[in-house]
């Protein structure tokens, strides 16, 4: 069943569109790994063995699918990442690896538009890895590092998307780029707010995880810890702005950029108390007793834990308390902890120490989401609404809005 949204990722931003033509275009599939010295790199886990890749301008070393935590699965689902423990021998990071668990569009089968952002990987639980391109041969001196974080509205998205392939960016810009998969859903930000079994905010402690996986890193692939810039696009890009708001974030990069989204857009986060009704009636729905206080969220959560992956997935989206384009059934929390306040409040208190931050929109944003749910419209044509049709789509873009 398709949810009456459209995915927020699919904003069309510019990178995004240029690195999938650059591919296009030119990235081609010539590869080489062998024990190329410049593709063997010790990092604080162990050995790893990368992959040379071709781009328009020139080679790059990408080192795909380097595991930064433990696989958060069985008794470990909903809870805070562990970081990867190290690994004997040489291991092989010449490709990606799976996708976090997460809803797949179907609503236009074969339409690149929306295919485009489906999962191009095995989707599973077992997804916290992250990959390092870099210029070939690596830098001799500290390069500037990229660290990107995708969209996906906190429900999709992947590193291992072709728009998201960094080789063209760390060739053409001799930068070390480096992306992350987080978990999605409610994978990643289920919540009963007070439980330790489920706190929320997961998949932006995976983030966090990878950040500092980085800064204890980077150097070994040519790049400056010093010198980090996050950025992100649409809930990448509020994901950005949370880490900005966040003390125990911000020391592990130095300057943001977020575009097409923000850490106090409407859907980017939900209470303490909307967070807790949403977890309850998922469990509900995958056939869990209902959770309150104390230990009977222990039980809800243990038995969240038993049910497939694939049924919190088909269930997600029949926890929100009304139909609407812009809205996301599990989304960042406002905690007291990674969040100690409203993202509004905290922005307005001004206090980001210093850090550059760069903000951007494109034109027409939101206009791809008309197909997904407002009345009247469809991928095919230009149509032509009436007024009624008109107003209901705006009550479906903006529910909470005056009659």
Known sequence: MRPPWCPLHTLFPPFPLLLLLLFLLGGGAEAEHSEDPELL???????????RLMAPGGPVSAFLGIPFAEPPVGPRRFLPPEPKQPWPGVLDATAFRSVCYQYVDTLYPGFV????????????EDCLYLNVWTPYPRPRTPTPVLVWIYGGG????????????GRFLAQAEGTVLVSMNYRVGAFGFLALPGSREA??????????????????NVAAFGGDPMSVTLFGESAGAASVGMHLLSPPSRGL?????????????????VGMGEARRRATLLAGLVGCPLG??????????????TRPAQALVDHEWHVLPQESVFRFSFVPVVDGDFLSDTPEALINTGDF?????????VKDEGSYFLVYGAPGFSKDNESLISRAQFLAGVRVGVPQGPQ
């Open 41 to 51: 790199v010790m990092v604080r886990g162990g050995r790893l063995r990368g992959i």
């Open 353 to 361: 120490h210093g850090l550059q931050v760069l903000v951007g929109v």
């Open 154 to 165: 906190f429900y999709s998205g992947a590193t291992s998307l072709d728009v998201y392939d």
């Open 292 to 305: 309150g206080a104390g230990s009977n969220d222990t039980e809800l959560v243990a038995c969240l834990r």
């Open 113 to 124: 538009g929306t295919e485009m952002w489906n999962p191009n990987r095995e989707l599973s």
């Open 253 to 269: 990069f130095h300057r943001a950029v977020l575009q097409s989204g923000a850490p106090n857009s409407p859907w980017a986060t």
């Open 199 to 216: 706190p929320g905010n997961v998949g932006l402690l995976d983030q966090r995880l990878a950040l500092q996986w980085v800064r204890e």
